[in-house]
């Protein structure tokens, strides 16, 4: 089975990767799991956990005899995704309450501001100074955090009408903003 999780960017969708992964793990049921942002750096210790190969994940889903957790914010925008939305069996679309996205962003914010990189991006990598706690980087960095406030509404359509053209079970996932992390809740 071939699950995907998305939803626009910084919601909580990594978290929520690694409390599935975590869950799966306590019950002892085998998976793979790919986060197609391909950082290069390990942000967390359960991304390492039966992580695969970048070239191994077109044959992994092709084949659709595992538990596979991909990870992939562009995935609803066709062209850019890892793999067209027919290759999946789930979707989990992680969808922030209307008052949390800006505090996810103002988190995110935070953390960029204080590492000096922000707005990463598979093929061009980071943008900012590269110095922490550098002043140049607050404009790039509101200005992303602007641009993705105001555009929120329309990229949720745009993603669920893509999304519900398919015949693929799809499921809503309301993210909450805590200081301790995102909280997730479902409704059936």
Known sequence: MNVLITGIGICGKSTLRRKLVSALSKFGVPFFQYDADAFTTVRDARDTWSVL???????????????????????????????????????????????????????????????????????????????????????????EMLRACWNRRRWIAEDLAVIYKTEIQVRIIKSRWTRRGPRFTYEF
Do not use: C
């Open 53 to 143: 190969d970048p070239r191994d994940v077109p044959t992994i889903l092709d084949r659709r005899d595992s538990l596979t957790i991909i990870e992939d914010v562009h995935a609803p925008q066709g062209h850019s995704g890892l793999r067209p939305l027919s290759t999946y069996d789930l979707i989990f679309y992680v969808m922030p309450v209307w008052w949390a996205y800006p505090l996810f962003w103002l988190t995110r914010a935070q953390r960029w501001f204080e590492k000096g990189k922000y707005s990463w991006k598979p093929k061009t990598g980071w943008k900012g100074t590269g110095k922490p706690r550098d002043w140049r980087n607050i404009p790039g960095i509101a200005k």
